[in-house]
């Protein structure tokens, strides 16, 4: 579903169409004077943690966007401009006047943020964009900023609303998919899109190649800064099942589906502890309604605006925590029951799908780098970390809903071995799950620092789920040897558990 297998910055996407080979036509544009512009530029200084070293960090960078300014005095952005930001400043377009701001609330799975300057009359004189909804057809603008802080508006036709995978790949939200030709503008790695002087949607991804773009649309907006508003925010449920088209006839035949029953789609798995399983959804059942809303055979909707949406629509853009009614088919019998939905929070994964914003837990013992499982451990082996990270691990993170479940929080893995007096004859061994440590079984990563309390008769024994199958580290040895591990590799400490 998503269009671009990767995620693209907008300023290096928009210079690229200058410099590329076959520079591209510009479309419409229009200045306009900066004193109207309700938007800011957000400068960003970010510094992500090393997973492969994760008791140091890369090195920081910076990002420069648009912030759309909205309602109550903040500024509305994409997540990623502000993930693992050591300063944020705001910045008036038509005076240049800056000011330090803080992030009220963030979503990384929808990609939307809240920022406050910390001046709250730093906005003053700003009328803020309200929401405004958009459909297949309509010409609408994306917006960027001249170095005079003119605004420029370019066109951008909308071809398509869907349900498309976002840039945390397990969330898959309402996507607009315009056609549009950016050209270079410093500061555009979040650029709002605009209708008749209402804020439509953020642009979520650029294809330089193709002239596709992706924008957060208005409701997926609308629903982040409705539970922005309240005291916890709520996030967007899942009901955690997958369903495949029910269009063969001879599966219709298999699932006993009555031939005056005209939809449907067929439930081919269900996660275990989620809301669907909750509300005794089976694999087999066939869906046939939700929300009061028909399924199709291939799992849409009709939207009284925008048509065939995926069924996953009507879920996400639910309030966390709403019941909703639901009609299957079990052998041929219709079934009415009601679902419960909830958002998954990213702390109840076995192997959390992101780690942003927060330290990686770590512990170095004699050399060995024992750490939690992480999404973001993989993708420190690049974009295509599905293919270049451990086979392993990458299927743990995969199939985790259906493989571990239980007492077991988290994955405690031996990623790597530092070479040292302790480790001689283990230096080739990594990416290895460590299932117990000095009889200890390691259900979380907290389990580790308790475990090594105890040494097995005077030796740290570390058990794992394949070969080898132990290893021993004699620990007063690994206790005499600490201050020239960390001397020898620039260890601030041998740990982080918080």
Known sequence: MKKVTQRTCLAA??????CGPGRLAAAPEEAVPAKMVPVVRVNATNQAWDFFHPWAKHAPYSHRGLGAVIANGEVLVTAELVANSNYLELERAETGEKVPATVVVVDYE????LLKPQDDKFLKGITPLILTDASVGDHIAIWQLESTGALLATDALLTTVQVARYPEEDVALLDYNLTTSLQYRDGSF????VKGGKLAGLLL???TRTQDADAIPAPVIEHFLHDAAEKT???FPKAGLLFASARDPQLRRYANIPAMVPGGVYVTHVERESAAEEAGIKEGDILLELAGRSVDQDGNYTDPRHGKLSLINLISLQTAGSKVPVKLLRNGKALDVDITLRHKA????VIPPYVIDKAPSYYVLGGLVLQELSRQYLKE????WQKKAPERMVYYDHYQSDLFHGERKRLVILSQVLPTTDTIGYEDLGSLVVTKINDVPLTSFADVPRALEHPVNGFHKIEFEENPNVIYLDAQQVSDHLEDLKKTYGLPDISRTE
């Open 190 to 193: 979040t650029v709002p899109i």
């Open 346 to 349: 990213v702390e109840s994964y």
């Open 13 to 18: 996407a928009c210079a690229a169409l200058l």
């Open 381 to 384: 082996w690049g974009g295509d």
């Open 205 to 207: 991804r650029y294809d």
């Open 233 to 235: 925010y709520g996030g």
């Open 110 to 113: 929808a990609d939307l943020a």
